[in-house]
C-alpha cells in the first residue's frame, strides 16, 4: 500500500481544513488507517484513525467534537475534516494502514506498517 497525504495548508484559527490520504493497492479496503501528527520539537501523536469498513473511529480528546474520521474504499481515500481550527493543531499531518485484517483501530504507530509523506497544516492566531 502506498500512501499520498494532502490538503495541508495555513488558515486562520477557527477556519477548517479537510485532509485526503490516497492510497494505491488492493488491499486498502481492508487496512485500518489512522492520522497522527507532529508538531515541531514534540512526538509524533495519534489524531484519529478508522476501521477498514469504516465503522469504527476512534479520537485523540483534543480534537473529538472539531474533527471527523472517514474513508471511501471505492475511492481509496480516507479523508480527516478538521473544523475550529486552533494554533495547537499546527503540525505535520501523517495518514497511515495498519494492514492487519482485525477490525481494530490502533492507537500507537507500532502497528502501521504503511505511512504516507506528510502534510502540512498551519494554524495562525
Known amino acids: 500500500v502506498q500512501l499520498q497525504a494532502s490538503g495541508g495548508g495555513l488558515v486562520q484559527a477557527g477556519g477548517s481544513l479537510r485532509l485526503s490520504c490516497a492510497a494505491s493497492?488492493?488491499?486498502?479496503?481492508?487496512?485500518?488507517v489512522g492520522w497522527f501528527r507532529q508538531a515541531p520539537g514534540k512526538e509524533r501523536e495519534f489524531v484519529a484513525g478508522i476501521s477498514s469498513g469504516g465503522t469504527v473511529t476512534l479520537y485523540t480528546d483534543s480534537v473529538k467534537g472539531r474533527v471527523t474520521i472517514s474513508r471511501d474504499n471505492a475511492e481509496r481515500t480516507v479523508f480527516l475534516q478538521m473544523n475550529s481550527l486552533k494554533p495547537d493543531d499546527t503540525a505535520v499531518y501523517y495518514c497511515?494502514?495498519?494492514?492487519?485484517?482485525?477490525?481494530?483501530?490502533?492507537?500507537?504507530?507500532?502497528?502501521?506498517?504503511?505511512w504516507g509523506q506528510g502534510t502540512l497544516v498551519t494554524v495562525s492566531s
Open positions: 497511515a494502514a495498519d494492514s492487519t485484517v482485525s477490525g481494530f483501530v490502533p492507537r500507537s504507530e507500532k502497528y502501521y506498517d504503511y
Open positions: 493497492g488492493r488491499t486498502f479496503s481492508g487496512c485500518a
